[in-house]
């Protein structure tokens, strides 16, 4: 079994920044890819970013492009998502999920998931 735990969310300014942290435990994750998601009340789950544990491929949704920043602390077991810039429309809950292959850009190509933390970005 996998089990992700989501961290670091809360409320901020526009224009301000938040690290999130996921933390990873159970079967390692070679082969499978790491991303960031998130949803807004009402709105669809959407991916943020990606990466490969073992790669340098990354990907980010043209919204978050040159703002977040996704890496991976392999001695921690934990993947991060840094977040500059933060815009209202940035609200949301943030999840962090395992592919079930090598990569994948689709939510339900994904099976492990957090449970969440909340960003709220106030104007």
């Known amino acids: 079994q996998v089990q992700l735990v989501e961290s670091g969310g809360g409320l901020v300014q526009a224009g301000g920044s938040l690290r999130l942290s996921c933390a990873a435990s159970?079967?390692?994750?070679?082969?499978?890819?790491m991303g960031w998601f998130r949803q807004a009340p009402g709105k669809e789950r959407e991916l943020v970013a990606t990466?490969?544990?073992?790669?340098?491929?990354?990907y980010y949704s043209d919204s978050v492009k040159g703002r977040f920043t996704i890496s991976r602390d392999n001695a921690r077991n934990t993947v991060y998502l840094q977040m500059n810039s933060l815009k209202p429309e940035d609200t949301a809950v943030y999840y962090c999920?395992?592919?079930?292959?090598?990569?994948?850009?689709?939510?339900?190509?994904?099976?492990?998931w957090g449970q969440g933390t909340q960003v709220t970005v106030s104007s």
């Open positions: 999920a395992r592919s079930r292959g090598s990569w994948a850009t689709n939510p339900y190509e994904y099976d492990y």
């Open positions: 990466s490969s544990w073992s790669g340098g491929i990354t």
């Open positions: 159970g079967r390692t994750f070679s082969g499978h890819a």
